[in-house]
Nanobody, 115 residues
């Protein structure tokens, strides 16, 4: 069973930045895709962006230009750099890895954007 652990969340002021990390318990080479999602209270889980094994990334319009996903294959890590944060970015952020027909999720890390 793959284990994913997110870290790096916290409280940040509007306009600030945070870098989230996702640590995988095994090599990330075998994942078809790794992704970040977020969920706010009362809302459905929302896709934030994804990265392919070749390093290509994709983002929804809400994240383009502000969020950047990267990975370090040697460390089995994925990252989410978030800049120009807004109050509406407040959510629990989750990482996900897909392999075959299986999806693996982390437990989430809280990001709060507030004065």
């Amino acid at each position: 069973q793959v284990k994913l652990v997110e870290s790096g969340g916290g409280l940040v002021q509007p306009g600030g930045s945070l870098r989230l990390s996702c640590a995988a318990s095994e090599s990330i080479f075998g994942f078809q895709v790794m992704a970040w999602y977020r969920q706010s209270p009362g809302k459905e889980r929302e896709w934030v962006g994804a990265i392919r094994p070749n390093g290509l990334t994709d983002y929804p319009d809400s994240a383009k230009g502000r969020f950047t996903i990267s990975k370090d294959n040697r460390k089995n890590m994925m990252y989410l750099q978030m800049n120009s944060l807004k109050s509406e970015d407040t959510a629990v952020y989750y990482c996900k890895a897909a392999r075959g027909f299986a999806d693996f999720w982390g437990q989430g890390t809280q990001v709060t954007v507030s004065q």
